[in-house]
């Protein structure tokens, strides 16, 4: 059936210049030439445009699609080809013109999206890899890898981009959803020469911008959909959990070298290709994070997986690679416009930063998810990246909700875990011969924020470093009549099942040490932990016990103010100081016993641990819990210092709030 339109449309097309008028003849009669230039004059017609439109719908509507590939069906794919480039051109044209552009695309792609998107599916199983298209293709058929690419992705971009319907079909479709996340693993696996437009020779950007695109596509088919939906749709595509998340972190690390790699732009200005290149792709960089971090998000996702195959690493390295570039100012208008300016290229730091306060809040084990973006560099961006004169006007208002700020002042409540000091002490070293001062100055907020920062890191360090912050009965039996040391990852030594905490080198000292006193102690250590065997408060015991103890010491005129608000509801009742490590600055706060146990959550101790201890007469307070807080957990313990100085003898060597006993290192406040 030859393709027809109807006589409005063939009326309006006789605005068209007679040459066009007919070419346009010459194609609806099924000439694949003359359809070929008809779409080649499409950027001289400019804005009659969209009078071609039901050209193009028409030679799709006329032919069915083939079933495969053949000599016969050659002119049926090649007019079906020009003529989706065709409505792709015209929609691309559009530009960001939002004020007409919903209506186009709408003419375009909405209104005949059952029509369209089966050639989109056509075009995508046979021209995309891994493709069901013959060795050898029939001759007067041409059908490029990036000519496919368009077909099948450009219609969905701008029906998106434009359009309600659009963004709603990509988050509620699973048919769609499946199609577009099939486009977005083949496009991982192309090369930049596999996606070369025949039209644009030596564009070296086009791989880049395609896959930028493709990330800002996978962020809105995650948006406000169902939970499992997509996640389970994007694994069976991928091959699976685990190829899924990697794809996700090669698009990460693929948008950060193809930034890298293009040319410093010499004009920072929206004229200028270089660097509107640059800013697209730094955006989807941005896209692909948060898709990364949607990923995690959803019920049935991989955000443990995510960390475990190196997320936080690979987000930081983009940083790391990129901050420079992306702050670089312009010095002209084009700072403040709003999607190529300074804010919205700081706004990709800023989602990096919020993935790895997110995962710092939600990992199961937040404490490993800090030491690993410490190690790779995350102090050192924090205090590089802060904001320059040429980008704020208002520093403090800027700074109310930034990420940046945000993870600075959350790491501290992280400097009380073994785990992470034994990585902060090297990263302050490395801090202070890199000499970031100058910069990070610069932003008066980041710069007073990070000098309290830097202080606590550096006390906590220390006691970390001291004999008295060591778990020493990780790797000592706690046996008193025995003096053996074992390793401390010694599987054949006996742990307390009670406690969770004391070791022994045989079943002889633990049957000694248990009629020696540990039948009173073990549910006093097992509180100090806060009746949960979690491996992170285990080993840092002793450090959060002596940030505990020089708390009290440093604090004690405090405490005793406190003390005078509390209420007690009987004679017997007895005030409870709690140290709460979960904020910074480091907040006390104090109840009474009976009103703790209502407020301090279910991971927390016994209350009969805490009504057995005696305090003396002058002591400014009875007794003390500490509150520390890891993942989405939060933990009161009893206090470490009480317990491991009643089990054990511990000190923690803190009086009138200083370190005294006599090793090289102290503290300072």
């Known amino acids: 059936m030859a393709p027809r339109i109807n006589a409005r449309d063939r009326e309006a097309l006789r605005a068209l210049p007679r040459l066009m008028q007919r070419k346009i003849d010459g194609a609806l ?24 439109l039901p050209v193009f719908h028409a030679q799709l509507e006329a032919y069915p699609i083939p079933d495969r590939i053949s000599p016969d069906v050659v002119p049926v794919i090649m007019l079906a080809k020009w003529s989706m480039g065709g409505i792709v051109q015209i929609c691309h044209n559009l530009g960001s013109n939002i004020s007409i552009g919903e209506r186009i695309v709408h003419d375009a792609v909405a209104s005949k999206w059952e029509m369209l998107f089966p050639w989109m599916q056509f075009f995508s199983n046979n021209f995309l890899p891994p493709s069901q298209r013959p060795a050898a293709l029939p001759h007067g058929l041409s059908v490029s890898t990036y000519e496919a690419l368009r077909i099948t992705i450009h219609p969905l971009s701008t029906l998106c981009q434009f359009t309600t319907i659009g963004r709603q079909l990509m988050r509620t479709n699973p048919t769609v959803q499946a199609f577009f996340f099939r486009a977005w693993v083949i496009v991982d696996g192309l090369k930049s020469d596999d996606v070369a437009d025949p039209l644009r020779e030596g564009d070296k950007n086009l791989s880049a911008l395609i896959r930028a695109n493709m990330c800002s596509l996978s962020v809105i088919c995650m948006e406000d959909t169902p939970a499992s939906l997509p996640v389970s749709i994007i694994s069976s595509v991928a091959g699976g959990t685990l190829p899924m998340a990697s794809l996700a972190l090669r698009y990460i690390r693929r948008m950060t070298k193809e930034v890298s790699n293009m040319p410093e732009p010499r004009l920072r200005a929206r004229e200028n290709v270089d660097f509107s290149s640059m800013t697209v792709c730094a955006t989807g960089l941005a896209q692909a994070i948060l898709f990364m971090q949607s990923l995690g998000d959803r019920e049935g996702g991989c955000h443990e997986l995510l960390l475990q195959i190196g997320s936080i690493r690979t987000v930081l390295s983009a940083i790391t690679t990129l901050w420079e570039r992306l702050l670089t100012p312009a010095w002209n208008s084009s700072d403040n ?9 700081r706004r990709v730091l800023y989602i990096a930063y919020r993935y790895i306060g997110y995962s710092m809040n939600c990992a199961n084990d937040s404490a490993l998810v800090i030491s690993q973006a410490i190690q790779h560099g995350l102090l050192e961006c924090l205090l590089r990246t802060g904001s320059s004169p040429a980008e704020r006007v208002d520093n403090t208002k800027r700074f109310e909700d930034d990420h940046d700020i945000q993870l600075l002042k959350e790491l501290p409540r992280f400097f009380v875990f073994s785990k992470v000091l034994r990585v902060l002490q090297p990263a302050l070293q490395r801090l202070d011969r890199l000499g970031l001062e100058e910069r990070a100055s610069q932003d008066p907020v980041l710069w007073e924020l990070w000098q309290a920062v830097d202080s606590a890191a550096r006390t906590f360090t220390n006691f970390h470093e001291l004999p008295e912050g060591a778990p020493f009965y990780r790797y000592q039996c706690c046996s008193p009549k025995c003096s053996l040391n074992f390793s401390e990852d010694d599987v054949t030594a006996y742990r307390c099942s009670g406690c969770m905490l004391t070791r022994y080198c045989s079943k002889y000292c633990q049957k000694e040490a248990w009629e020696s006193g540990h039948r009173v ?13 979690v491996r992170e408060i285990r080993k840092s015991l002793p450090v959060i016990a002596m940030i505990e103890s020089w708390i009290c010491e440093e604090r004690v005129n405090e405490i005793r103010a406190l003390d005078k608000d509390v209420v007690k509801t009987s004679e017997n009742d007895r005030s409870i100081v709690e140290v709460d490590l979960t904020v910074y600055p480091i907040e006390l706060n104090m109840y009474s016993l009976r009103d703790y146990f209502l407020v301090s959550g279910s991971h927390t101790f016994e209350r009969e641990v805490a009504e057995s201890i005696t305090t003396s007469e002058d002591s400014p307070y009875d007794l003390v819990a500490v509150k520390v807080r890891l993942g989405r957990e939060y933990y009161s313990l009893f206090s470490p210092a009480t317990a491991l100085g009643v089990a054990f003898g511990w000190t923690s060597g803190i009086q009138g709030g200083r370190y005294i006993h006599e090793h090289p290192r102290t503290p300072d406040p």
């Open 337 to 345: 416009e709003p999607d190529i300016g300074l804010a919205a290229r």
């Open 521 to 533: 102690h073990c549910r006093m250590l097992r509180s100090a932990l806060g009746n949960q065997d």
């Open 29 to 52: 009669r099924g000439s694949v030439e003359d359809l070929r230039d008809v779409v080649g004059s499409l950027n001289q017609l400019k804005d009659v445009t969209p009078l071609l």
